[in-house]
């Protein structure tokens, strides 16, 4: 089912970050197969957030992200609200309308699944958070594979002295999700990194 957006209608999305300052807001760059940028995502730091990033607050990090097609059209928003034992990420599609959620186990307790729920909390998918370098498969409810996440190999330089990464988010060609799906589905790729590789 084609959205109209590019960067939710290609089999695959390279996700690149772009480096940064430690305590700035953290962006990437969405592009197809071929190298082709297709759209962006940036953290959007209201007062309060800067504050405690400018504080260098270390504990897990509360964040407000904004994807856009490469014309500017709002794809998808989603913001961290840190949880007792569990962390939740609210997702909204371009114009607000809220999507569902993503929940997220604190990394200390060893389970790294990250549930995709509707707004009614019923499990839509789930990406299962695998060793270092490993693919994460993403699966809906029962359980039949959608794709996976795979984190890229970026460049010497900045794997040794970079902290930002790439990943590839591929889409199997059976899978046909709806465009709801799709939009969670790449906010939970992008909060993978900014949880569970940054905090």
């Not at 995502?41 to 607050?57: D, Q």
């Not at 939009?183 to 590789?197: E, N």
Request: with cysteine; glycine share 10%.
């Amino acid at each position: 089912m084609q959205t109209g957006f590019r960067v939710l209608d290609e089999g695959a999305v390279f996700i690149h970050q772009l480096e940064s300052e430690p305590r700035a807001a953290r962006a990437f760059e969405l592009q197809d197969r071929g190298g082709v940028l297709v759209g962006r995502a940036r953290e959007e730091l209201g007062p309060r957030r800067r504050v405690l990033r400018l504080a260098g607050f270390s504990a897990p990090r509360p964040f407000r992200v904004r994807v856009e097609e490469i014309d500017g059209r709002a794809i998808v928003e989603m913001e961290r609200e840190i949880g007792f034992m569990r962390d939740r990420i609210a997702v909204a599609d371009g114009q607000g309308r809220r999507l569902g959620q993503i929940l997220l186990r604190l990394p200390l307790l060893g389970d790294k699944r990250m549930l995709i729920q509707n707004p009614q909390g019923i499990d839509l998918a789930r990406l299962q958070v695998a060793a270092f370098r490993q693919p994460c498969a993403i699966e809906d409810a029962s359980g039949a594979r959608l794709g996976e996440l795979t984190q890229k190999w970026a460049g010497l330089g900045r794997e040794l002295l970079g902290t930002a990464d790439d990943y590839l988010l591929c889409w199997d060609e059976s899978a046909e999700p709806s465009p709801a799906l799709r939009r969670m589905v790449l906010a939970a790729a992008l909060a993978f990194d900014l949880v569970f590789r940054e905090d």
